[in-house]
């Protein structure tokens, strides 16, 4: 049975894929990874930039390629990203991690994970948990690229 948060939630995933936050280009990023899911072929590249005064994380942009739930989590994350620093994007895909791998047990804290609350459903379907986390993935691994500078 689908409850109407589960349907705000759906809402959410399609709103974001459609209108793709953070896509596009960052030519003067900081850092940069790739992901790609084999079992689906969805492919993304996300790039980050740091505010130099404050090595807070200025922009977070990615541009890919995938199934609506890949596109949709890249552009939530692009934008809880910015304002963080770096531990706190690796804590925060830290989260969001722990609820993917919930298997949709238990309440995620929409407090620290905002809008990325609406993959908790996802979690349900575990052939579909790596395309909900392919962006954050690649940005953990800009945010450990860049604390090892």
């Known amino acids: 049975m689908?409850?109407?948060?589960?349907?705000?939630y759906q809402q959410v995933i399609l709103d974001h894929a459609k209108t793709r936050h953070g896509d596009g280009e960052l030519p003067s990023a900081d850092a940069e990874h790739f992901e790609r899911?084999?079992?689906c072929g969805d492919e993304i590249t996300v790039r980050v930039t740091l505010d130099a005064a404050s090595g807070r994380i200025d922009q977070l942009r990615w541009q890919g390629a995938g199934c609506s739930i890949s596109m949709a989590s890249a552009s939530v994350l692009?934008?809880?990203?910015?304002?963080r620093?770096?531990?706190e994007l690796r804590e925060l895909v830290g989260e969001f991690r722990t609820m993917m791998r919930s298997r949709g047990a238990g309440e995620p804290d929409d407090e620290v994970l905002?809008?990325?609350v609406?993959?908790?459903g996802v979690s349900k379907f575990v052939m579909r948990v790596k395309c909900g986390m392919l962006a954050w993935v690649a940005a953990e691994a800009c945010a450990t690229e860049l604390l090892a500078r």
Request: aromatic share 4%.
């Open 37 to 39: 899911n084999p079992t």
């Open 2 to 8: 689908t409850t109407a948060l589960d349907s705000l």
């Open 85 to 87: 620093t770096l531990d």
């Open 78 to 83: 692009s934008e809880l990203a910015p304002g």
């Open 118 to 120: 609406a993959f908790h």
């Open 114 to 116: 905002g809008d990325a």
